[in-house]
Structure formats: structure tokens, C-alpha cells
């Protein structure tokens, strides 16, 4: 509960997703003291296509929480299977990187619940749920000021972490979006008998892609990834409608049942106008999202979590964590782009395709670009070629 006027912290991180979280938690082992604001109580769900890239188990294993999701049934994730409708998939495999090879597939239900529960046990940290925080104000050149519905939050540096569509970024000033053509998600959970399928697969059709891994407890995460134009397919009948296409797209999951809401999102990308400027800073989605295709959303926010904190030890945390901010993005967002570039042709999906049988290390290697491993220049001139055309 905050104290009132005012509770002085030296670190205010605005929501507690995984990025907002991982943030409050890597500055907290730095010895800083930290208030973590949450508009929404925990356990709370949010729409995601809840694989964690292998690059985000790095992060998550210094924080002592890898093993934790592990034992409560996160299962591995070895890679993705990437096809066009009714036609074989082909399996990439993920890169292999200091030891990591393999993601998890995480129900964002209860890997958000146990990073809440990391934030309630933490001496440095309050955790304040049922918080909004409605403002954020420059006091001086050292303090920020936050109006929450709890009462009034001072703090040296203020950590924006509140997701895609953050109305704090918008109160800054700092939005850039959303970019049209604007894409949507929708997603629903099936449970599903047999052994654990533990590639990510992602059938590509006409304007629009399924995107299916699976999480603990025999279910598999189903998402739609669709432009605007399907989207009044939906009206009025999300839940039949998304189920429809999944079983035309994937008539294997023709005994599985779906379980639990179907749930829509959308548009997205987003980008700010910078990340971090006078103490005040964007970790997570709320520093720019390019779209869910390429799975990276919560490693990356993770990554820049623990940025942010190394920051926090130079001369200057701001232009520190700006620079850091920008290495960590720049591929995987180009990776993006050109996922979505092969998204609106799904001729070229099949070139690609086609060229992975003769060079099967190439979308490894551009998988391992996406994570943020490597350069674009791991990949030869020679397999760029095969990929655009097929040979
Ligand atoms: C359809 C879809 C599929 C996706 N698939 C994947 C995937 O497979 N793998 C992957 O890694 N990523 C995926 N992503 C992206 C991933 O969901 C996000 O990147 C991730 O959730 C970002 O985490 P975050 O902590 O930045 O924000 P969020 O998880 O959105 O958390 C933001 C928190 O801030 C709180 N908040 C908001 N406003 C306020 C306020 N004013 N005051 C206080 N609290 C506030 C919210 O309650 C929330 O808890 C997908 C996204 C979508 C939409």
C-alpha cells in the first residue's frame, strides 16, 4: 500500500508485465530501491502468443526464475515449423547460442502470477496491484512525480513499462503509431491429447497467418495474425468464426477442443520517439513493438529489463540505455519487417521455403538474427539469393 503524500523510491516502474517486472527485479539486485505499480491485480491474463524465445531464458535464469517456470510445466520449445496452408511444413530448428537451443512455452496467466509473486517477496521492492498510474510529471533535474489512484509517487527514475498501447508514452508526447496496414490478433487456447508437439508452427494463407505453440497442462496457444481488412469476418462472431479458420487452416486440431475465451487484439506496431530522456525511461512493448510474427516480444522486453538496470550504474543511465536499447532492436526489428514483407506474399514464403531444403541453415541463422545472437551478415549473399527465389 502507498504511503501518502508521497512514497520516494529510486526506481517507479509503471506496470508489472514481464518487461515492467524483470525491470523492478534486475534494479532491486542492484541494490536499488523500487515501487512497482500495476493497474490490474495478479494472476491477470493478457493475449499472446506466450512462446519465450531461447534468448529470453538468459534473463530469466539470472533472475532465478527459469527453473520455477520449468518445473510448473513450461514446455520446451525447439523451434518453428513454417509452411503455407495445406501444403508439408518445414522444421527450422532454433539456433543453438551459449548454450541455449531451446524456448518454453509459457501460459502468460501464470508465468505474469509468478514474477508478481518474485515483486511481493522482494525486500527492496513495494509492489502496489489495483494501481493506476494516471500521470507522470518532471519536478526537477532529478525527481519525477507520478498521480496514481493511490496517491502521489516520487521517484529519481521513472520506468514506462506499460505496455503497446501506453497511455503514459502518449502523455510524454513520445508515440509514434500505430502503422498502417494495421494487423490483429486473436487467440484461444485448445486442449489437445497426445504427446507435447514442441515446435511453433506458422501456417502462412492469404492475408493471414496461424501462429500455435504450445503451453503447460496439454494445451496449445492458437493465434490468428490477420491485416484489418479480414477483421469484419469477425463481427459479431469471433469466437465461431476464429475456430472456423484455425480448422480449415490446421485440420489436425479437428479433435481438440477449445477451452476458455477467444480474445482479439490489436493494431500494432508502435514505436517512441526515444526511449529515454530526463530519468524517465520505456522498457517492454511500451518502447516499440513491430507484430507478434516473430515471437520475441517478452525475451526482448527481458533484455532491455536488465539493460535498463546496467544502466542505471554509468554516468549517464539515459544515453547508456538508449544506445543499448537501439542495439538490442535494430535486427530483430528488420527480422520483423521482412516477416511481414513474406506475410502479405505467400509466393515468396514458398520460395523461401523451397530454398531451405538445399541451404536448411539459413532460417536458423535468420531465426538466430531476429533473437538479437548475430548480424545480418552471419547470412551468405549466396543463400539471400536462394531465399528471394526459390533455387
Ligand atoms: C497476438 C499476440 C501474440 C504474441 N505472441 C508472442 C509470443 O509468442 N512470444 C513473445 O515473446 N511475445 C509475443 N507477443 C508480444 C508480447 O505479448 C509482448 O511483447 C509482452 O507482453 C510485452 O510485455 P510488457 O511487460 O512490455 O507489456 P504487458 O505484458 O502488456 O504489460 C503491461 C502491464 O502494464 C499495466 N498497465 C498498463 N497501463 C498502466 C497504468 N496506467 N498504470 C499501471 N499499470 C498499467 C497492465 O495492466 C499490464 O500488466 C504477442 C503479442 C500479441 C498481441
Known sequence: MLRRPALDADVAVIGAGPAGAATALFAARRGHRVVVMDKQAFPRDKPCGEGLMPSGRPPLREL?????????????????????????????????????????????LDFDARLAERLSRD???????????????????????????????????????????????????????????????????????????????????????????????????????????R???FSGRLAARYREIVLSLRPELGDAELVGPVAATGPFWYRAKTVAEHGIFLVGDAGGFTDPITGEGIAA???????????????????????????????????ASLFLRLSRTPALVERGLRSHERAPRMLSKLLGVGFGYWGFNRITPREWVRMFTGR
Request: with cysteine; glycine share 10%; hydrophobic share 35%.
Open 231 to 233: 477483421m469484419p469476418d
Open 64 to 108: 532465478g526464475l527459469d527453473e520455477i517456470v520449468t518445473a510448473n510445466g513450461a514446455p520446451p520449445l525447439t523451434g518453428v515449423q513454417f509452411g503455407v496452408a495445406h501444403q508439408p511444413q518445414r522444421a527450422v530448428p532454433f539456433p543453438e547460442h551459449q548454450g541455449d537451443q531451446a524456448g518454453l512455452g509459457i501460459r502468460r
Open 301 to 335: 522486453g527481458l533484455r532491455q529489463a536488465r539493460a535498463f538496470a546496467a544502466a542505471l550504474d554509468s554516468s549517464n543511465p539515459e544515453r547508456t540505455y538508449r544506445q543499448a536499447h537501439r542495439r538490442l532492436t535494430t535486427n530483430p526489428r528488420r527480422v
Open 123 to 229: 525486500p527492496l521492492i513495494e509492489f502496489c496491484q489495483d494501481t493506476e498510474v494516471r500521470d507522470l510529471r518532471r519536478d526537477s533535474g532529478t525527481l519525477s512525480t507520478l498521480a496514481t489512484t493511490r496517491g502521489e509517487v516520487r521517484a529519481r527514475f521513472v520506468v514506462v513499462a506499460d505496455g503497446l498501447r501506453s497511455s503514459l508514452r502518449h502523455r510524454l508526447g513520445w508515440t509514434v503509431g500505430p502503422r498502417p496496414p494495421h494487423r490483429y490478433g486473436i487467440v484461444a487456447h485448445w486442449q489437445i491429447e497426445g504427446p507435447v508437439d514442441p515446435w511453433v508452427r506458422i501456417t502462412f494463407d492469404e492475408g493471414l497467418e496461424v501462429y500455435e505453440g504450445p503451453v503447460a497442462g496439454d494445451q496449445r496457444m492458437i493465434g490468428l495474425l490477420c491485416y484489418q481488412d
